[in-house]
């Protein structure tokens, strides 16, 4: 052993876990000085973690056929998970890309107030209809704004709400004819988003649908409280030979520090999706990834 082994410092990994059990006691407890969410210590340390695994419905739940209507559906057990952790009773939730309601959904078992905005009247429709069924809730037309979220300023006020959450469009990789594609056809589904000429999916300039949908983001900034979060759920993707790494654009636009009103990014959970299907994309001629994961990009608005 030298010289530099015999003095060299050891370093207990474990120390600041133990000096955090010091710190609190009862760790079943929400913490008075906790203005975020209704966890425990315990309970909001085992948030942290920067992934987390898809949990859905199931195939053969009843709850989710009104998922599977949609042609992107982000599963409301997802979205349970991050509203529990970044809102409190009561909070005030909003859903600028609503879809089939998932996100109103979760709010109603967590016991938030749940709000949304959707283009498309099918989709709206389905909601009505799916939170009647489910919930047992008759939503009125200001938590479901069926409109433009080009429009969000005129629908909300100012630092109204504690937590945004949503999956936006991807661009108009729907329009792809692939294996997926081709079995949602197959079984009667939906492959676009609608066909509103409106509609940020139905746009042919992925440069345009980047600023469009950010200005978009960037609005939400107004009517969200100070210090509160937004988290965006978002997929890379191909376009043709292209890999498109979306979720590195958006972060781009959103946390740019030249604009007077930007998000401060604070992380990025991976949310893996290991029991998607596999396809032989690329066999056997050249490496193309199967997609298996999504991003959920946290970012906050400054105090």
């Not at 043709?240 to 009103?261: C, N, R, Y």
Request: hydrophobic share 35%; with cysteine.
């Amino acid at each position: 052993m030298n010289r530099l082994d015999k003095n060299r410092t050891r370093i207990n990994v474990k120390e600041p876990m133990k000096m955090f059990e010091i710190q609190t006691k009862d760790k079943s407890k929400v913490d008075k000085r906790n203005h975020l969410n209704d966890l425990s210590a315990k309970e909001w340390i085992q948030e942290t973690k920067s992934f987390f695994f898809q949990k859905g419905l199931g195939t053969n739940s009843p709850e989710a056929k009104y998922e599977k209507m949609h042609p992107a559906p982000f599963s409301f057990t997802d979205i349970t998970k991050l509203v529990r952790f970044f809102t409190k009773k009561g909070g005030k939730v909003l859903d600028p890309f609503l879809g089939v309601g998932s996100t109103i959904k979760a709010c109603l078992e967590l016991e938030r107030e749940g709000f949304g905005v959707e283009l498309s009247p099918k989709w709206c429709e389905v909601t009505r209809q799916r939170l009647l069924e489910e919930s047992n809730y008759e939503i009125d037309d200001e938590h479901l704004v069926c409109g433009d979220s080009r429009s969000l300023k005129d629908y909300f006020d100012k630092n109204f709400f504690d937590f945004i959450i949503t999956s936006p469009p991807y661009w108009n990789i729907l329009e792809k004819k692939d294996h997926k594609a081709n079995e949602r056809v197959l079984n009667g589904q939906a492959t676009k988003y609608s066909e509103n000429d409106f509609d940020l999916g139905n746009l042919p300039d992925y440069r345009k649908f980047l600023d469009e949908l950010s200005t978009i983001f960037l609005n939400c900034y107004d009517i969200l409280k100070p210090g509160k979060y937004m988290n965006i759920v978002v997929s890379d993707f191909r376009h043709k030979s292209e890999f498109v790494s979306f979720h590195a654009d958006l972060i781009i636009k959103l946390t740019d520090k030249k604009l007077k009103k930007h998000f401060d990014l604070k992380g990025i959970k991976v949310l893996v999706q290991n029991a998607k299907k596999l396809y032989p994309y690329g066999y056997p001629f050249c490496y193309v990834e199967n997609i298996h994961h999504q991003y959920i990009l946290i970012l906050e608005k400054s105090k």
